[in-house]
């Protein structure tokens, strides 16, 4: 049983190959156009994506520095709590096109596209073209990746070069020339370490895979298999750790590292953004901040399943950490209600396929029958990547969101393509494998669907109808038109749900997601039309649910607003009018997520103190005392939306505020809910 092929096929003409060639160029090029035209379509309509990530973009474009360490303020004081880059392709297109949603948004579109193409490139090495051609089209229409590939979190890219290190480690295994073989593996590794810079820890959970791929693949001997790996890691650990070092030792002014406990990068990936997403605890929050805080409710509204985790008004989290953000940590997490209309539709497939290649190569291996090593390679590799990561991802007992499972997708894409033209072409009992795979997945995709039937509730009917027709005709021996049949079936609402989130016309903000809304986004609920918060839930104060799609948070920064309100502009205003040239024109108590439309819709220096959560300690007390003493700093805006941190571990900033700073007469800039203050030294 190959990937290739069951059964040898006969050699084609040169007319022939030459006439497929170029179906196949055009077959792909097509499949890259309705990728891009899915990521692409509408992104000019006034969406920002992410405004957390958008408002860093724009402040990395002003000054090499922030540019560097991914600065979320202009004037260089906290950063994101991620690596940067992910964001240097978007500050770029910033300083190119000026900052527009846009110029933001479209970097992701790009790079997704390329990895629709390069995962073609990839597969086609390892099987051949009609599997490349269907992975490539599997990917382009996975729900996750096009609403994800709209938006401007970090995923995409992270997805881009970990196809780009598939690319080189199916290169290596398949090299016959030794340094061209330990040459691809050190690129392999290299764009490992680049997916670690954009997204830490997460882009080494491929690492297994990869390298049981080269050992189990490569033509080299045991001895030089083991040092190419060694030397590999050296890459892996040089290419992920340059900028944790340059943060480190670099010799004038810093940002402080959001969601760090001491500013520094190495607490970042073993904490809040590291080992605490997988096995939570106190790490799972930046600052130091104990617990995970989802939202703030008034005492006697907490939600149906939660528990209370703080004082005052409420603050609520799920068991065992992101209960909220994806569903409960457990070996169904990938198929529930939360994260199951994302990533799931092609999985039972695909464990159906994993487990015949196994059992094949079992036999094969007692009955001492030679196997293609590069084949096997790709098996270990793609099975690898996708098995180790959908337990990652299911046990993780930190923040999980269900976005996050876009990265399943590439291995999802390449299995599921292999193992149906594999079934397709056996003539053997094997060819009854593709009739049952049908029928799993349209099985599937019945129950997805029924969970909501809202939401394009008639596909539920047309898949299983499309299955059966499909099966039917396989079995009387009419395969070709029963492998096309089976795959409108397997592939139809995965496509209905992708263009679904295309044809919304915007991006998914803080949650980018497909399907009809659902409990799990933003750490508070989120809606479609007409609908409300159940079991009495309310929105945080100064916060409204925003009517739209699945993804979309309830009000509040982050989610995907630019523009200042008439409230914000006039306390912008007084502020710049009367504060005698200060450097930072506005600082803003309890989160910096409140600072994203002041950084994007001005060019004035506001920053957010806190970071991400409120919970960093940047500013620091004696910061702001300094800023205050030497004119750099006069107004600070206090009891506006405090994150989703609430501000409650602000290192005493709230209480420097109070002592320092008097409250400004509401009448001075037209009054409003917000609290603006004048600092003294």
Not at 171 to 198: D, H, M, Y
Not at 476 to 489: E, F, I, K, Q
Not at 587 to 605: F, L, N, R, W
Request: include cysteine; charged fraction near 10%; aromatic fraction near 10%.
């Amino acid at each position: 049983m190959t990937a290739a092929a069951a059964v040898a096929a006969p050699a084609d003409s040169p007319a022939e190959a030459t006439s497929s060639s170029r179906w196949h160029v055009w077959a792909l090029l097509g499949i890259c156009v309705v990728a891009g035209g899915l990521y692409v379509w509408a992104i000019g309509a006034g969406q920002i994506g992410n405004a957390y990530y958008s408002a860093a973009a724009k402040s990395m474009s002003t000054s090499f520095t922030n540019f560097l360490f991914g600065s979320f303020d202009p004037a260089g004081v906290v950063t994101v709590d991620k690596p940067p880059m992910a964001l240097w392709p978007q500050a770029i297109a910033v300083s190119v096109f000026g900052f527009h949603g846009w110029a933001v948004l479209l970097p992701q579109v790009i790079e997704g596209v390329a990895a629709v193409f390069l995962l073609h490139r990839t597969v086609r090495l390892w099987a051949d073209e009609k599997v490349a051609l269907l992975a490539a089209l599997i990917l382009a229409l996975t729900p996750i990746t096009v609403a994800i590939n709209r938006d401007n979190n970090p995923d995409t890219l992270l997805v881009l070069l970990l196809v780009a290190a598939a690319y080189a480690s199916t290169r290596s295994v398949q090299s016959a020339e030794g340094r061209a073989r330990t040459r691809w593996l050190l690129w392999c590794a290299f764009f490992i370490g680049c997916g670690f810079l954009t997204k830490m820890l997460q882009a080494w959970i491929v690492v297994p895979g990869f390298a049981l791929a080269y050992l189990v693949g490569s033509g080299a001997p045991v001895r030089r298999r083991v040092l190419d790996l060694l030397a590999a890691g050296g890459v892996l650990v040089a290419s992920s750790f340059w900028w944790v070092g340059l943060h480190a030792f670099w010799p004038g002014s810093k940002p402080y590292i959001g969601g760090s406990t001491d500013g520094g990068a190495w607490d970042l990936i073993i904490g809040y953004n590291g080992l605490g997403r997988v096995f939570g605890g106190s790490g799972n929050r930046g600052g130091g901040s104990s617990g995970q805080v989802i939202g703030q409710m008034p005492p006697g509204q907490v939600p149906s399943g939660q528990v209370p985790t703080g004082q005052g008004p409420m603050e609520f989290g799920g068991p065992g950490g992101g209960a909220m953000f994806g569903g409960q940590p457990g070996i169904t997490r990938m198929f529930d209600a939360s994260v199951g209309g994302q990533i799931s539709w092609l999985l039972p497939l695909c464990l159906l396929i994993l487990v015949a290649v196994s059992v094949a190569g079992v036999l094969r291996w007692r009955r001492k029958v030679p196997g293609n090593p590069a084949e096997r390679a790709g098996w270990f590799m793609w099975g690898g990547w996708l098995l180790v990561t959908a337990a990652v991802f299911s046990f993780a007992q930190g923040i999980f969101h269900p976005y996050y499972t876009t990265m399943l997708a590439p291995a999802v894409a390449a299995i599921s393509a292999a193992g149906l033209v594999m079934f397709w072409r056996a003539r053997s009992f094997v060819r009854f494998l593709l009739p049952l795979g049908i029928a799993i997945t349209a099985a599937w995709a019945f129950v997805l669907v029924s969970r909501d039937t809202a939401f394009h509730g008639w596909t539920r009917w047309a898949v299983l109808g499309l299955a059966a027709v499909a099966i039917v005709v396989l079995l009387v021996g009419l395969r070709r038109a029963g492998l096309v049949a089976g795959l409108v079936a397997m592939l139809l609402v995965p496509a209905v749900w992708s263009t679904a989130v295309a044809a919304s016309a915007g991006s998914g903000g803080v949650m980018p997601a497909a399907g009809p809304a659902v409990r799990g986004g933003g750490g508070f609920e989120i809606f479609a039309d007409g609908q409300q918060p159940p079991n009495g839930m309310q929105p945080p104060n100064g916060q409204t649910p925003q009517r739209g799609n699945r993804g979309q948070m309830m009000g509040g920064p982050g989610g995907g607003r630019a523009e200042l309100t008439d409230e914000q502009k006039r306390i912008l205003a007084y502020a710049e009018e009367h504060g005698n040239g200060a450097e930072i024109t506005l600082a803003i108590a309890g989160s910096a997520q409140a600072a994203s439309p002041y950084i994007m819709s001005t060019d004035e220096v506001v920053i957010g103190m806190g970071g991400f959560s409120g919970s960093d300690n940047a500013p620091s007390v004696e910061q702001l005392q300094q800023w205050v003493s030497e004119g750099k700093l006069k107004f600070v805006l206090s009891g506006g939306d405090r994150g989703p941190g609430g501000g409650r571990n602000d290192h005493g900033r709230q209480a420097w505020i109070q002592q320092h700073c008097s409250t400004v007469d509401p009448s001075a800039y037209g009054g409003g809910t917000q609290t603006l203050m004048e600092c003294h030294a």
